[in-house]
């Protein structure tokens, strides 16, 4: 008897994902509790685990091609049901994969045609054809429900390749009536040029979580009716607190005092003087949110992900700067569960720390504001009648002006430029 491998729960509102890797073979041993494959999700990657120990019987889907929650994507049997035990030589026997009632029923069914009903081409099969300039509805299916693959887009191609290329023929003219008719002479195609190794190209298949940001950010352009506003800010006050106090906060809490823990607290002073920045648009409504979850936006591997801090007007800067740290080191370890990506109500993204002077972030949907903070600088700035060295930062407020104003977008970046330039402010905004 074999154990069927099924998908896992993904997470709320995830009914799909890619299988990534696996890290298994048929006729592969593996223990309860083994990790047999990856699933890429739209936010997250989720392990498929052996559910007891077993040796894998049948993989029935493979790398890059979609499945759904509960699917059964392969089979894991006993060893007993493998292994040839009055086998002389001791080699493995591979037993067939068990058939359901279902799978024997469609196997004995004649090919579908193209006219009738049959599971859609798979999506992998669909961007190797894209890729070759092949018409899919040419490729005939080899699977028992029809459904073209991998392989027979594969063995399509390799078919087209080996049909001989029709020569074209010139007749050589005759000068007199008597001439003896010339043999035609085959004009063969010009040779490809020559690859240019400087002109290397290399085909990379997106992941899901890079697919899903480009379709986001592309959705957040056409839906959204997306602002920018910009302002400076004197970092000065910031960075003396961080100098007096870096060393007693460090011994104390066990974290570094950070810049984000400060712009946090600016940004949830802010959000309270001017609510419609944590809000989202639903339908002909405005939902205003009285409490704040703040993303931060990470840079991974993977692409950006933005994990949340929860209450954070409840939150101390240590707590703050500890749980950023935290939530950053998982991001690039790609261990963040579903929950810590979901429902944020504003964005803080600081591109300063790869180098960036200036830049408009893109709203992080349904959210109507996301901030973007960038590199110090030097610059030389006038104070009362005086030109002076001050460390300064551009910040930017990206807003949907379908709901914010813009001299509230304004009013609100000057309410963040105020409490950051005075920090104990910041204890007064609570």
């Given amino acids: 008897m074999s154990d069927e491998i099924r998908v896992p729960i993904l997470g709320e509102s995830i009914v799909d994902a890619t299988i990534a890797t696996w890290l298994k073979k048929e006729g592969d041993a593996v223990h309860q509790g083994e990790t047999l494959a990856e699933l890429e999700t739209d936010k997250v990657n989720v392990e498929v685990n052996a559910e007891q120990d077993g040796v894998i019987h049948k993989i029935l889907k493979r790398e890059g091609e979609t499945v759904q929650v509960d699917e059964v994507i392969a089979f894991l049997g006993q060893e007993a049901q493998v292994s040839g035990k009055g086998s002389s030589n001791g080699a493995i026997a591979t037993a ?19 006219g009738e009903s049959q599971r859609p081409p798979s999506p992998l099969a669909r961007r190797i054809a894209a890729e070759h300039n092949v018409d899919i509805s040419q490729v005939r299916g080899s699977s028992p429900h029809g459904r073209v693959t991998k392989e027979d887009v594969m063995s399509y191609l390799e078919e087209s390749s080996s ?47 890079r697919q899903t940001i480009a379709q986001r950010l592309v959705e957040a352009q056409h839906t959204a009716a997306m602002l920018t506003t910009f302002n400076e800010i004197d970092m000065s006050a910031v960075m003396d607190v961080r100098s007096r106090r870096k060393e007693a906060f460090k011994e104390r809490h066990n974290v570094s005092l950070g810049f984000m823990s400060f712009f946090t607290k600016a940004v949830v002073g802010a959000l309270k003087a001017f609510p419609r920045l944590n809000a989202e648009i639903q339908g002909n409504e405005m939902v205003l949110k009285h409490y704040y979850d ?45 929950a810590e ?43 009362d009648g005086q030109v002076v060295i001050r460390p300064m930062m551009y910040v930017a407020l990206s807003y949907d002006h379908r709901i914010v104003d813009g001299s509230e977008a304004v009013r609100f970046l000057v309410k963040v430029k105020e409490l950051v330039e005075d920090p104990e402010a910041l204890l007064l905004e609570g």
């Fill in 163 to 209: 049909q001989a290329v029709p020569a074209t023929t010139a007749i050589a003219p005759q000068t007199t009536p008597a001439a003896r008719p010339q043999a035609a002479q085959p004009v063969l195609p010009p040779a490809p040029p020559a690859a240019d190794a400087s002109r290397r190209e290399e085909r990379v298949r997106m992941s899901r979580r």
């Fill in 96 to 114: 067939p994969a068990p058939q359901s009632e279902e799978i024997k029923r469609t196997t004995s069914q004649p090919l579908t045609s193209a």
């Fill in 294 to 338: 703040i993303g931060i936006a990470v840079g991974a591997e993977e692409g950006l992900v933005v994990p949340v801090v929860r209450d954070a007007d409840r939150k101390s800067f240590a707590a703050i700067e500890r749980e950023i740290g935290d939530l950053a080191k998982r991001a690039r370890t790609n261990t963040l569960s579903l």
């Fill in 341 to 383: 990506l979901q429902g944020g109500t504003f964005t803080i993204t600081n591109g300063g720390t790869f180098g960036s002077m200036l830049s408009t972030p893109i709203l992080n949907g349904p959210q109507v504001g996301i901030l973007g903070m960038h590199k110090i600088e030097q610059r030389p700035v006038a104070i």
